[in-house]
């Protein structure tokens, strides 16, 4: 006699996911496997979500809680980033502090996931109790990235010398210039002068070699800054900080810029 399977369920596809190591699905794809109405998937998937089984960071988007994970009520972005950014059809690549982390500059864990994307930012993303927040970047064709594995696959994130140049070129999406200077003296390791001349060259904006430079300076790693002098030869007089006032700034004539602000990196 021929043994009959159980019935297929929502639980039931989603441990088979998890048997083959994977973490997300779509709405459309459990309706199919099912092969029931919109409705009645929606209502079993909620019953899944507040059994904190699942979360749902975007309209028809899930993402599968293990049980490892179920007291911190999400999985880490990294693990669903990609599938993520593949759902909403934006190319994207982890950037800014959640790469500098990714980079060996733990010094302050970033208080949200943070994905840069082309040009006009998108309204943030919450799975859980993680916050992923979307950067739009102008000159996104020119960044260097690069494939990080990851427990469930890979993520793009941006290579070492894209992301130095990103933090000091959106200094206040990384908290400020200060910050800034903390998060780069522990990236400084990943960095060499011919990678951070090249990040340059590629995304043009001679302003961000003066601020790097000096910030490297002001670290004491001359090594790295030295490569960057010649690309500011001539360049019109900077604040240091565009957002501080000018009322008593010095000048470093190396780097043509006002110094507008204190800069003291965490130790």
Same mark, same amino acid.
Request: proline fraction near 7%; hydrophobic fraction near 40%.
């Given at each position: 006699?021929?043994?009959?399977?159980?019935?297929?369920?929502?639980?039931?596809?989603?441990?088979?996911?998890?048997?083959?190591?994977?973490?997300? #699905?779509?709405?459309?794809?459990?309706?199919?496997?099912?092969?029931?109405?919109?409705?009645?998937?929606?209502?079993?998937?909620?019953?899944?979500?507040? =059994?904190?089984?699942?979360?749902?960071?975007?309209?028809?988007?899930?993402?599968?809680?293990?049980?490892?994970?179920?007291?911190?009520?999400?999985?880490?972005?990294?693990? #669903?980033?990609?599938?993520?950014? $593949?759902?909403?059809?934006?190319?994207?690549? !982890?950037? /800014? /502090?959640?790469?500098? *982390?990714?980079?060996?500059?733990?010094?302050?864990?970033?208080?949200?996931?943070? !994905?840069?994307?082309?040009?006009?930012?998108?309204?943030? !993303?919450?799975?859980?109790?993680?916050?992923?927040? #979307?950067?739009?970047?102008?000159?996104?064709?020119?960044? *260097?990235?690069?494939?990080?594995?990851?427990?469930? +696959?890979?993520?793009? =994130?941006?290579?070492?010398?894209?992301? =130095?140049?990103?933090?000091?070129?959106?200094?206040?999406?990384?908290?400020?210039?200060?910050?800034?200077?903390?998060?780069?003296?522990?990236?400084?390791?990943?960095?060499? +002068?011919?990678?951070?001349?090249?990040?340059?060259?590629?995304?043009?904006?001679?302003?961000?070699? *003066?601020?790097?430079?000096? /910030?490297?300076?002001?670290? +004491?790693?001359? $090594?790295?800054?030295?490569?960057? !002098?010649?690309?500011? *030869?001539? =360049?019109?007089?900077?604040?240091?900080?565009?957002?501080?006032?000018?009322?008593?700034?010095? $000048?470093?004539?190396?780097?043509?810029?006002?110094?507008?602000?204190?800069?003291?990196?965490?130790?």
């Amino acid at each position: 006699m021929r043994k009959s399977h159980p019935p297929i369920t929502s639980a039931r596809f989603v441990d088979e996911l998890l048997g083959q190591g994977r973490y997300a #699905f779509t709405r459309e794809e459990v309706a199919r496997r099912l092969g029931t109405s919109a409705a009645a998937v929606s209502m079993s998937l909620h019953r899944l979500m507040r =059994a904190k089984r699942l979360v749902l960071p975007r309209s028809g988007f899930y993402v599968i809680v293990d049980p490892q994970h179920r007291a911190a009520g999400t999985l880490p972005p990294e693990w #669903f980033i990609h599938p993520l950014m $593949k759902d909403m059809a934006r190319p994207y690549y !982890v950037g /800014l /502090l959640s790469a500098a *982390q990714l980079h060996g500059a733990a010094h302050q864990r970033p208080q949200e996931f943070q !994905v840069v994307i082309p040009r006009r930012a998108v309204r943030p !993303v919450r799975a859980g109790n993680v916050l992923i927040r #979307f950067h739009g970047k102008g000159p996104f064709d020119r960044s *260097q990235t690069q494939e990080v594995k990851t427990p469930t +696959g890979i993520m793009i =994130a941006s290579t070492p010398p894209t992301t =130095a140049w990103d933090l000091v070129r959106y200094s206040k999406a990384a908290g400020g210039l200060e910050n800034v200077a903390t998060v780069l003296s522990e990236l400084a390791e990943s960095l060499d +002068g011919a990678g951070l001349r090249d990040a340059l060259k590629r995304h043009g904006e001679t302003v961000v070699a *003066q601020r790097l430079g000096y /910030l490297l300076d002001r670290l +004491g790693r001359r $090594k790295l800054s030295e490569g960057l !002098v010649d690309r500011v *030869q001539g =360049a019109a007089l900077r604040p240091l900080d565009p957002t501080a006032p000018l009322t008593g700034a010095s $000048k470093s004539r190396k780097w043509s810029l006002l110094i507008n602000a204190r800069i003291e990196p965490e130790a």
